[in-house]
Every structure is written in C-alpha cells, then in structure tokens.
C-alpha cells in the first residue's frame, strides 16, 4: 500500500563526539594549567603528580559535561529549524518478517512481489510433503567421515 506521509528532516550533533572532544580539551587545560604550577606553593604531603591528576579528573569530566551541554544546546537549535516534507511510503501490512523480506527482494529484482506467492506456497508445499532421507548408518563413524570410508 501506498501513502504519503511527513517527516522531519533536521541536523542533529553526535553527542559521543561532542563529549570526547570535551573531554580531551578538559585534560589538555590541566595539563597547560600543570606547567605553571610552582611546586613551593603546593602543601604540604600534595606533589605536582598528585596535583595533575586531580585537576585532569575534574577538568577531564568538566569538559566532558561540557561538551554533552553544547551537544544538547545544538540539538534544541536544530529542533526547531527543522524542515517538513511529505514524502511517497510503501508500508507493508504484513507481520511476518519472511515475507516482508521476500518482497523486498523481489521489488529490488524488479519482479512483482505478488507474483511469487502462488510460487512460493507450492514450493514450500512440496518440501513439507517429501520425507527426509537419513543415508548414515549406525556403525559407529562419526559425522565427519564421508559415506562408505574405512575410518
């Protein structure tokens, strides 16, 4: 079946980008703000390390929260200079995952889709109705060993 319907097309950021680059920056920050730290001003039983390492767990989740925060901002913006479009849609009122694919393949073969049912339904009518054939015999090989060998 065949139907229009509309849809919103609008520029939205990879939040995963914009936190990671938040956070490198965040690190880089403490370590440019390391280099001019004087380790005669720090107190007593803290060393510079120590000193880094704090300020790049709190710069580091900073810039990451940041980051997140500008994606959000950027998000909203994009939101709201959305642009809506009525577009054609094929929707398939079938439930049955199989035969939705089998469709789909057939549309993209440039076949009729309802063509193939008739075909379909006998072909599967034919492989329910013949038996299985069991040609292994029971003398103990493996299933790894081919028909008649000596191992």
Do not use: H, N
């Amino acid at each position: 079946m065949k139907d229009q319907i509309d849809v919103s097309v609008r520029r939205s950021p990879k939040y995963s980008v914009f936190m990671g680059i938040g956070a490198v920056l965040g690190i880089v920050v403490a370590g440019i703000l390391a280099v001019f730290v004087d380790p005669a001003d720090m107190p007593m039983g803290y060393t510079v390390a120590k000193g880094l390492g704090l300020m790049l767990l709190v710069l580091g989740i900073g810039g990451l929260f940041l980051g997140g925060l500008i994606a959000l901002i950027l998000d909203w913006r994009g939101r709201k200079r959305s642009k809506e479009y009525r577009v054609d849609a094929q929707i398939d009122m079938v439930d049955d995952p199989k035969e939705i694919a089998r469709r789909r393949i057939a549309e993209a073969r440039a076949e009729d889709p309802d063509a193939g049912d008739a075909e379909g339904a006998a072909a599967s009518a034919d492989t329910d109705a013949a038996p299985a054939v069991d040609d292994e015999d029971d003398s103990g090989a493996g299933r790894d060993s081919a028909t008649g060998s000596t191992v």
